[in-house]
């Protein structure tokens, strides 16, 4: 349960819907985010009454209630983009509504601007649209498969060579998605299909781009009774079997390379715990955890910061995780410069992470996987696998397959 603030009032927002509120939001040109955290029923809706998206550092526990967004290409002193919280809406399941928080108050032109065109959308959005995606024909001349599998050796080579242990490589899916797509319809189907996930869509008005995705990843929590936590997950497996039947928990066994490709995450985790001699750490794992159409190992790593007196420990921990060696690699620098030369796109937003910021006092951030990017017309969907030396190119080609079918399944699907 979110902790909430302010106990629901008659307000102006009583009655609008998710989806007319999203997307008069968009109309109106303001950056917003929807999400729904891990075994939680809530979705929230931030909206930023304003033009343009702040930057900020993310000294977590200075800021102010908002919503945060990263690329990959994230260093120590740099900002984040932060979506202020200017409007938060919780609404329980079914889509009542059950919480407001709305800093500007009811008088506001803006908030005045944004139920009415909500309330005007509402009555326009008669007819049920058709939420398909269509594959897109290969612009290039070299397949997509053979691209990445020829990749993965040039990874594996480098690896004997010493240049790194682990890099994690990626690649992009393309689909085109026709005007009448609606991105919040499909959260609400991931919201409802993958309960352990972090479900998320954020509108960039700038950028003129929506991200949607369900993360199975945190990368830092701190919450307001002072408890810190962040995972090491890696290690991939389909949850299913050929005839589509979900294999047992307990059925499932791991190779020595997903142990070894999970350790390599985990071990990273401890030496940034080491760089700042923070030894009150309690680890639990690796298990074997669901996400959705997959099986992976996970750690989880906890720490009482009221114990320790620590409360910046989230943003230490967030410069010095970033980028983990769950999508970049083992060294950093070297898995990180052999990214650069050999993906042949920018990844953007795709793991770089993203999260609610102080709200309620807990702040939970998420690596930006299992994610899409809605741009004109064009539906990219990005997945990445780790490359160790006993990588089979074929194999990880399959697994960038299942991690982009995890939203497809679910997306793709007409309404
Ligand atoms: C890179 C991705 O996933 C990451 C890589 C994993 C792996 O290599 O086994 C597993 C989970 C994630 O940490 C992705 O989903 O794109």
């Not at 959260?187 to 998320?200: I, T």
């Not at 230490?316 to 898995?335: D, E, F, N, R, W």
């Amino acid at each position: 349960m979110l902790s909430l603030q302010t106990d629901h009032q008659i307000s102006i927002f009583d009655g609008l819907k998710v989806q007319d509120l999203w997307a008069a939001s968009k109309q109106l040109g303001f950056p917003s985010a929807l999400w729904r955290l891990p075994h939680t029923n809530e979705i929230n809706l931030l909206i930023s009454v304003r033009e343009g998206i702040r930057k900020c550092q993310p000294e977590l526990e200075k800021l102010s209630p908002g919503f945060i967004i990263s690329k990959f290409l994230w260093e120590d002193e740099q900002e984040v983009l932060f979506l202020e919280g200017d409007i938060i809406l919780t609404f329980a399941e079914g889509g009542l509504l059950d919480n407001v928080r709305n800093n500007l108050g009811e008088e506001h032109s803006e908030v005045k601007r944004l139920v009415q065109l909500t309330e005007d959308l509402a009555l326009e959005s008669v007819s049920p649209s058709r939420n398909e995606l269509y594959e897109t024909p290969n612009a290039d001349s070299i397949d997509p498969k053979t691209r990445f599998k020829r990749t993965v050796e040039l990874a594996v080579a480098a690896i004997r060579q010493n240049q790194f242990k682990k890099v994690v490589l990626s690649r992009t899916r393309e689909l085109s998605y026709s005007d009448d797509f609606q991105p919040v319809k499909a959260f609400q189907k991931l919201a409802k299909a993958y309960p352990h996930a972090f479900v998320s869509l954020v509108n960039l008005p700038e950028q003129k781009e929506q991200w949607l995705g369900a993360s199975p990843e945190l990368l830092t929590r701190q919450n307001s009774g002072g408890a810190f936590t962040t995972m090491s997950l890696a290690g991939t497996q389909s949850s299913h079997d050929k005839s589509g039947h979900l294999i047992p928990k307990y059925d499932i066994r791991w190779g020595e390379k997903e142990i070894e490709e999970h350790a390599l995450v985990s071990r990273y985790i401890v030496e940034c715990f080491k760089k700042i001699r923070l030894r009150e750490y309690i680890e639990t794992g690796p298990r074997t955890v669901l996400a959705g159409n997959l099986y992976h190992l996970r750690t989880d790593f906890e720490v009482d910061t009221n114990a320790l007196n620590f409360p910046e420990l989230g943003s230490v921990m967030l410069k010095l995780l970033h980028p983990t060696s769950a999508v970049c690699g083992v060294p950093k620098i070297p898995s990180m410069k052999f990214i650069a030369e050999i993906e042949s796109y920018d990844r953007s937003f795709y793991s770089g992470f993203l999260g609610p910021a102080q709200i309620g006092g807990n702040t939970s951030l998420f690596v930006n996987l299992r994610t899409v990017r809605f741009k004109d017309g064009l539906a990219t969907l990005f997945a990445g696998a780790g490359i160790t030396e006993d990588s089979v190119p074929e194999k990880e080609w399959e697994e960038t397959e299942l991690k982009c079918e995890t939203l497809l399944q679910v997306i793709a699907a007409t309404f």
